[in-house]
């Protein structure tokens, strides 16, 4: 009997721990065992998106520099030379950052790395000539901001970036093409003399576009979300190292914007596309070095879907609040504008705002999927730039690379298609977290008032 | 089963929601006034009065029992038909945006207005604009036979219980559904447009104060027997129980009076206001000597549509032969 009983503990208590280091390593985006078959190397960790961690801070150092002006500066972050600086992130108070120049990270850069296809929305350049333009115009003016055509750089190219390079590599090529029967087989090395597969690879890297911190789903949103803020050390230092590691402890891009909008507690996109990765690089790694068979691939593609759609929701999201604020900065800047007042500032934050709905917007057509006339609507409405308080606009872009202005859009009608645009992500995103919702508060009062169908004679 | 306990609980609602009008509390209340007004206007004794108000002859009378049939049914059907009815947010955000195309309106033009007043007048609106469309909608149930066809339904009561309200063709619950939708979108786009955020009902329990004014004021009373008139002065201004009684009465005066709701200005500005009679003399109905047959459910709910498929057949024959006319004419004088 005490036999039987000490066996029945002894299970129950290897079970325990089976199950919460099985629980814990789930909750954690690696380390992986090797499996590539005939490795005979000392790696045990098959994970490696250093050219990933590498490119965020070449985007978010980027995006600092706009206001610079430094046109030579700026392209070299873009092109990813040797002996760069990290610009952003930085140390700030007790949130001590790990390192502070980019190779430290790996190696990368991010002209190469960006939409090929035709950007519709700004002229119909490919996507990497559109960054240089835009990093060329910000050269000619000061701050990175173009009073004359209502242009911030700053967040034109940082935001058309993250799509250009993070979603666009994420959803098209390592989730996309490289999911594909026969492409980086799990069977194989993913470059002759890696000690990861082809599969493994593919999908660690696109989580390393992504963005989140390895250990995210240990987090709440709102402690992700501090993390990128720079206001949260120990939500941050995973590893408790006392520096936090930007390769593995940051919140970046895209996985920023996810945890801004999970905060609401409408939405769980951090969560939902970190569980996916998780989940589906488990597959991979089960696989154990060989192919994957039809049903793990279709598990493998299933957590894929997850990603991809998840991650477009949540630039959709973006659209959807920067055309909230455009609006609501029309409807100040009219107030103003009214009382005769100096719109000076009111002007800088329209146009702040409606370059990020813009930068958004581009970066949402450089997915997966063709929105076809989604597209066609969207460039429309926002137009190439914002209307302009003489009621001109950018309307195009010349073979020399400047600006044609015409006469704008009805400044009512302009302001009428932020709602539109609004509408548009709802209708065709399913956008549900809807920060600036310009619509909400009438929908709540239609709510406050019941539902109109009843079959009744009064 | 989840549909089995959307539909108990969608009739369930029914009665504990204060937005609707059989909600308990109201019926309760309505019961109250009854006994009151039997008590002291009529002095009868409470057994009488009790007697009186739940009249089984009433409740139980093949007509009301249709009443009870038709309600379980049609909640059924409006609960598969209502996903499909256009909601009032889709008619208000189209209104809302055109708004935004007319040059001389601008969006928050008057956020500078006391919050007390925004709120006074989309209450006040809210309710006089639901009250008037409703009078206009009923009018039309009257005038146009292809709609009388299907508002033929209610009035073939013959006894009137506060289940009545129910007593309602599918189709005509869906005209009713779009009237609300297109009354609650139009104060809802013009008031935020206007106001923004600051718009907001004063409510009572979650109703509009003025619907639950006229709520606890015995709205459950105009479909019953119990003829409670108002001082003439007042039927101008509110409908009384008795007076929509007479709406129902089959006499020849008493046809097309009274279409209102809540309000009889209404009916006295557009000439069809009847003061109330006493509610003995009246005969309920659509015809004399009314056939039993019309409880029928399957008369009920299928009447209707061969009534309307008859009047346009009717009506394409006769464009038909008019312009058969034409035609034969036009080609005797070719001929001659």
Not at chain 1, 35 to 53: A, E, P, R
Not at chain 1, 194 to 223: P, V
Not at chain 2, 209 to 226: A, E, K, P
Request: charged share 20%.
């Amino acid at each position: 009997m005490k036999k039987f009983l000490i066996s029945i503990i002894t299970s129950l208590f290897t079970l325990g721990f089976a199950y919460s280091t099985f629980a814990d390593g789930h909750k954690v985006y690696g380390p992986y065992p090797i499996t590539l078959k005939g490795y005979d190397g000392d790696k045990t960790n098959s994970v490696k998106y250093t050219g990933q961690m590498a490119r965020q801070v070449l985007h978010d150092s980027l995006k600092a520099l706009v206001k610079s002006g430094d046109v030579a500066k700026m392209m070299a972050y873009y092109n990813g030379e040797d002996n760069l600086e990290i610009i952003a992130p930085k140390s700030k108070d007790d949130f001590k950052i790990k390192q502070t120049m980019v190779s430290e990270i790996g190696s990368g850069n991010l002209s190469g790395k960006t939409y090929k296809g035709a950007i519709a929305g700004w002229g119909n350049l490919t996507g990497p000539e559109v960054l240089e333009h835009m990093m060329n115009k910000a050269g000619e003016v000061e701050g990175g901001f173009d009073p004359n055509t209502g242009f911030d750089y700053t967040q034109l190219i940082s935001k058309f970036a993250m799509g250009a390079v993070f979603y666009n590599q994420a959803a098209n090529n390592y989730l996309g093409k490289k999911m594909e029967i026969g492409q980086k087989p799990n069977s194989e090395p993913y470059k002759e003399g890696s000690y990861y597969t082809g599969k493994e690879h593919s999908w660690d890297e696109a989580f390393g576009y992504w963005g989140s911190a390895a250990h995210a789903l240990t987090l709440s949103a709102e402690q992700n979300y501090n993390v990128a803020k720079r206001k949260d050390m120990s939500s941050a230092d995973f590893n408790g190292d006392g520096v936090v590691d930007l390769y593995s402890e940051y919140t970046f891009a895209h996985a920023y914007y996810a945890s801004s909008y999970d905060k609401s507690g409408k939405t769980n996109y951090l969560a939902t596309v970190n569980q996916a990765f998780i989940d589906g690089r488990q597959v991979i790694t089960d696989a154990n070095g060989r192919n994957l068979n039809f049903d793990e691939r279709t598990k493998l593609l299933a957590q894929r879907d997850i990603i991809v759609d998840n991650w477009q929701k949540v630039i959709a999201e973006s659209v959807f609040k920067y055309a909230g604020s455009t609006y609501k900065d029309i409807v100040a800047l009219e107030i103003i504008i009214e009382a005769n007042g100096d719109t000076s500032d009111a002007f800088r934050t329209y146009a702040k705002h409606w370059g990020e709905l813009k930068g958004f917007a581009l970066a949402l057509q450089c997915g997966p999927e063709n929105l076809g006339e989604t597209a066609v609507k969207l460039n429309r409405m926002m137009g190439l730039g914002p209307v302009l308080l003489n009621a001109s606009q950018v309307v195009g872009i010349d073979s020399n690379g400047n600006f044609i202005k015409d006469q704008a859009q009805d400044w009512n009608e302009f302001k009428l298609h932020m709602l539109k645009i609004q509408k548009l992500m709802v209708d065709e995103f399913g956008v549900v977290a809807k920060a600036k919702d310009q619509l909400g508060d009438m929908e709540a009062l239609a709510g406050s008032m019941g539902s109109a169908d009843s079959a009744e004679n009064d | 089963m989840d549909y089995f306990f959307d539909y108990t609980s969608q009739i369930t609602n029914q009665f504990i929601d204060p937005k609707k009008r059989v909600f308990l509390f109201y019926i309760l209340i309505s019961i109250l006034i009854a006994t009151a007004w039997f008590m002291i206007n009529k002095k009868l004794s409470l057994k009488k009065t009790l007697i009186k108000i739940f009249d089984k002859k009433i409740f139980f009378s093949k007509s009301a029992k249709s009443d009870y049939k038709i309600f379980l049914i049609n909640q059924l059907i409006m609960m598969i038909v209502s996903p499909f009815l256009i909601t009032q947010l889709t008619i208000a955000t189209a209104l809302y945006f055109y708004f935004h195309t007319i040059d001389w309106l601008s969006a928050g033009m008057f956020v500078g207005i006391a919050k007390i007043y925004i709120i006074l007048s989309f209450t006040i609106f809210q309710f006089t604009i639901d009250d008037f469309s409703k009078y206009i909608v009923h009018r039309f149930m009257h005038k146009w036979p292809v709609l009388w066809a299907l508002h033929k339904v209610h009035h073939s009561a013959t006894v009137l219980t506060p289940m009545t309200v129910f007593r309602t063709h599918p189709l005509e619950g869906i005209i009713f559904s779009l009237r609300s939708a297109i009354t609650q979108a139009i104060g809802i786009s013009i008031f935020f447009y206007l106001f923004g955020n600051l718009v907001s009902l004063y409510t009572i329990v979650g109703v509009n104060i003025f619907v639950f004014v006229f709520n606890i004021l015995g709205s459950n009373l105009r479909h019953s027997h119990i003829g409670i008139r108002y001082w003439k002065w007042l039927e101008y201004i509110f409908i009384s129980p008795a007076q929509h009684q007479l709406h129902h009465s089959i006499a020849f005066e008493h046809h097309d009076k009274n279409f209102g709701a809540a309000l009889a200005i209404w009916d006295w500005l557009f000439g069809s206001l009847h003061h109330s009679v006493e509610f003995e003399t009246l005969h309920l109905g659509i015809k004399k000597n009314q056939h039993d047959a019309t409880h029928n459910l399957k008369n009920l709910y299928l009447d209707p549509i061969h009534e309307i498929k008859k009047h346009i057949f009717n009506k394409i024959k006769k464009i038909k032969n008019k312009f058969n006319k034409i035609i034969l004419k036009g080609r005797y004088i070719n001929e001659v």
